[in-house]
């Protein structure tokens, strides 16, 4: 029995095959398809392409059922199920995959899953498996502590240190180099609205760039991250509050690229959502979303769980593709 999990954002597509007994058959990488952002013919050829992708390296199989974290219409799903001859397919609630993957190998319950992509978000999973939700309002509203969040607000530093209002930081050489243009005020305006205008994945591009000065110790930079870390740790709370978590013992995962920069995000957060839920455990942000999404394929067409073997198999899998 094979399951194909798919995750995909404002940044990227994955999609990744797994048998039963715990093997990865193949994976492969595609664009966004949040459709939001993107058209839905675009969102359902950038599945194609990273599904595509995953069967080139698996070879010819039979998938069972397909499960997919994406900000799609389910009639993009049943296309894409049809494309492929897949006969069972569950739309995913976008940390629904992170959790399946986290709960694998954690020794904890994961009951808060907070997302730090390209935007952010969080869901709880109460006792009777309710699944609030909190964030997820968008770049316009909401996207608190995430990628675009950091780069949106290091430009906004960037042109204040350029006019006046603010100081110089290691982010007011960086950004200008990193965007191809000079270090002046108008033509970096020209740079941001174009046209074209920035996209929303380019400016999220820029995250990195601040948490890696953060990293070296810049004080605007460690301000911006610490302030995300904050808001993302805010959400947390509103799910931990809601659910009546705080004065549990209960897991919380992270995910998302702007968890992977590493301790100068994580402890900053770690601190934050332990001092509103003393006895929450942190885990790190080591688990793939997609590979969660597969298992939920595989138990969408009747296999429920890995078994032992099966998990011991998947753990060298995890290593042997980078996962």
């Not at 997302?115 to 997820?136: F, I, K, Y």
């Not at 078994?307 to 995890?318: D, G, I, M, P, Y």
């Amino acid at each position: 029995m094979i399951g194909l999990g798919i995750d995909g954002g404002g940044t990227k597509t994955e999609a990744l095959l797994l048998d039963a007994a715990g093997r990865i058959l193949g994976m492969g990488r595609s664009g966004p398809v949040n459709t939001f952002f993107v058209s839905e013919r675009e969102a359902l050829a950038a599945m194609c392409a990273a599904v595509d992708a995953a069967r080139a390296a698996a070879g010819p199989v039979e998938i069972a059922a397909l499960a997919a974290s994406a900000e799609v219409p389910d009639d993009l799903l049943d296309e894409l199920s049809r494309t492929y001859h897949i006969p069972r397919w569950r739309h995913l609630e976008e940390p629904e995959s992170a959790r399946a993957a986290g709960q694998l190998f954690a020794g904890v319950a994961i009951r808060v899953v907070v997302c730090a992509g390209t935007g952010s978000m969080a869901m709880g999973v109460g006792e009777g498996d309710e699944r609030p939700l909190a964030g997820a309002a968008g770049p316009l509203v909401g996207d608190e502590g995430s990628a675009y969040w950091l780069g949106q607000r290091a430009l906004a530093a960037l042109f204040h240190a350029l006019d006046g209002r603010g100081d110089a930081s290691l982010l007011t050489g960086r950004l200008p180099a990193h965007l191809g243009a000079p270090a002046d005020f108008w033509p970096l305006i020209r740079r941001v609205y174009g046209p074209p205008a920035m996209s929303r994945a380019e400016i999220a591009a820029l995250a990195p760039l601040v948490t890696q000065a953060a990293a070296e110790g810049d004080v605007l930079a460690l301000e911006l991250v610490r302030t995300g870390a904050s808001e993302l740790a805010r959400l947390v709370y509103a799910l931990g509050k809601r659910l009546g978590l705080l004065a549990k013992i209960f897991g919380v995962l992270p995910y998302g690229g702007v968890f992977r920069a590493g301790p100068v995000i994580l402890e900053p957060f770690r601190d934050e959502v332990r001092a509103i839920a003393p006895h929450a455990d942190v885990l790190p942000p080591v688990f793939h979303p997609v590979l969660g999404a597969a298992t939920l394929a595989l138990a969408c067409a009747g296999h429920r769980s890995l078994s032992k073997a099966a998990l011991q198999t998947l753990r060298v899998e995890r290593e042997k593709w980078r996962l």
